[in-house]
């Protein structure tokens, strides 16, 4: 028996099947595999060829070793080939498919129909229990027996979509504990005079990196009515500490001193605002020398000293954001079931026989880019094998 229709646990469904096993996937929502739907702007950003531990956060960081380099991102480019799923890589090793994310759902429901997995939608779990030979499960439809209950009910993000705490109750009553969840990959909301100042920018993007303590992400931001998004602001959230500032390089895809030198070069006359406005949108241009508190001058009247402020604003932009907008608008769960109570290379939990934790659920999480699904294909694989 598995909890949760989504990536994970439709996967470790057609994989139990495979091996002859009894399996039924059951889900509480009427919709099968809806954050899978609507990811990747409805095309399914579905793995990453660069999927390696080091892209994955856990305070557990060698679990994920073991799974991803068992059923790696190859098997599965592998699987989706095998399915005429046409896809390409839009960037740093992100697989879209050309088509819709429905190509995704409707592999994972085919290889479950041709294995002989059932998927029961409209199920709701209302208490979980051990049993003799295994687990009893009272749902709405009535009770279910299994062996084997394999608890793949995803995290907290986008509620909309079904999501529930039911996964962590379970790890709970089992005696299994938790790290504490909290939003992740989620755009950051500002303090009201911060918002204030950068209102004018909602829906600009530049190309940027954020960099939190050691840790940065060179891909572009979005200026919104609450806050910061965009790729590496996402990226960075996940490792983002409430209350701490966050540093925003603004000149990352070029050398931004070299730049203003040879502008002096070329028009000395030139205003700093027209120099910049070649690199970035004239809004964000005037937004931020105001932000910043640089005086927009000619060019030949810059110091050497001024001209290293400009410079040191644009490549170190510091920002304390609000807070993040939570789980409504969150792609992943940071925390969940601690992995140091689960076995790496079955999922199943050390002293409870036959209870299984994959997917979002657990401790886990990788960066924005499809590294996340692949973790639900990986852990599902995996746990399916002996499940």
Known sequence: MIIGAGAAGLFCAAQAAQ?????????????IGGKILMSGGGRCNFTNMYASAEKFLSNNPHFCKSALS???????????????????????????CNDSAKQIVELLLTECAE??????PKTDVLSVSKTASGFS???????????????????????KLGATPLGYKIAEQFGIPMIPVRAGLVPFTLHEK???LLAELSGVSVDAAARYHDTTFNESILFTHRGLS???ILQISSYWEPGEEVSLNLASQFDLASFLTNKSKENRDSLLSTALAERYPKRFVLTMLAVMEIENK??????????????????????????TEGYRTAEVTLGGVDTHYLSSKTMQAKGVEGLYFIGEVMDVTGWLGGYNFQWAWSSGWVCGQVC
């Not at 091996?19 to 889900?27: A, E, L």
């Not at 294995?115 to 029961?120: I, Q």
């Not at 001209?307 to 510091?318: G, K, M, N, Y």
């Open 137 to 159: 499960l009272a749902t709405n439809t009535g009770t279910l027996q299994c062996e084997s209950l394999v608890v793949a009910t995803g995290g907290l993000s986008m509620p």
């Open 70 to 96: 068992r059923y790696t991102a190859w098997d599965f480019i592998a699987l989706v080939e095998k399915h005429g799923i046409a896809y390409h890589e839009k960037t740093l090793g992100q697989l879209f």
């Open 115 to 120: 294995a002989g997995a059932v998927v029961s």
């Open 19 to 31: 091996r002859g096993r009894k399996t039924v996937v059951i889900d509480h929502a009427k919709r």
């Open 298 to 323: 000619a060019l030949k009247q810059y110091t050497h000293a001024e001209i290293d402020a400009v410079i040191a604003h644009f490549t170190d932009w510091r920002i304390k954001p609000n807070g």
């Open 230 to 232: 965009g790729p590496a």
């Open 194 to 196: 911060d918002k204030t």
